[in-house]
């Protein structure tokens, strides 16, 4: 049997609390840029490509991969914390599995076409006759995107509660 003492769940609940806290603080640049760069890049392309292009355009690259490993790190950490804690660490094995499902959606399709839409406006071409057709479907399943990642921010507030809980309890 396992036995959770004080220590383990003061651990659980420290890195459950830093691991929300970076997805929530994540999920805030996501809003920011769903809701103010997206639309400017998306309006009228490709002339509205150069925002994401060339020299002066907005690269995010560099942020959203330091963001997510930071954020996976501590994910990680909270998970190996609350492991004893058989209903948290369950949860937290969910959450995790529809976290890197929607990375992969990432990799797979956000990340090529984004790539796409840049060297498109390198390019100075146009010859996409169904430019705003994938412009706006991107945009579209962005806020699918962004609605799941703050679905599973939302989704470990309870799990910390919990462990809060199970420390109170002690």
């Known amino acids: 049997m396992n036995t959770t003492t004080l220590q383990d769940l003061t651990k659980a609940e420290i890195w459950l609390l830093v691991t929300t806290l970076v ?3 994540l999920n805030g640049a996501q809003i920011f ?3 103010v ?3 400017k890049w998306s309006a009228s392309p490709p002339e509205s490509f150069a925002l994401i292009s060339g020299p002066y355009g907005i690269n995010l690259k560099a942020f959203w991969i330091i963001v997510h490993s930071i954020h996976e790190i501590t994910f990680f950490i909270a998970l190996y914390f609350c492991w ?3 209903p948290v660490r369950n949860w937290l094995l969910l959450l995790l599995g529809i976290h890197f499902a929607v990375r992969a959606w990432t990799l797979l399709y956000f990340a090529p076409n984004i790539i796409e839409f840049q060297k498109i406006s ?3 071409s146009s010859a996409y006759h169904d430019l705003i057709v994938k412009t706006t479907l991107w945009r579209n399943l962005n806020y699918i995107r962004v609605a799941i990642y703050i679905g599973i921010s ?3 507030v309870p799990l910390l509660y919990k462990v809060m809980n ?3 309890g002690i």
Do not use: Q, R, S
Request: glycine share 10%; hydrophobic share 50%.
């Open 166 to 168: 199970l420390k109170a």
């Open 122 to 124: 390198n390019d100075g």
């Open 154 to 156: 939302v989704g470990l």
């Open 33 to 35: 840029e769903t809701a």
């Open 84 to 86: 004893k804690i058989d």
């Open 37 to 39: 760069v997206v639309p």
């Open 23 to 25: 997805y929530f603080l």
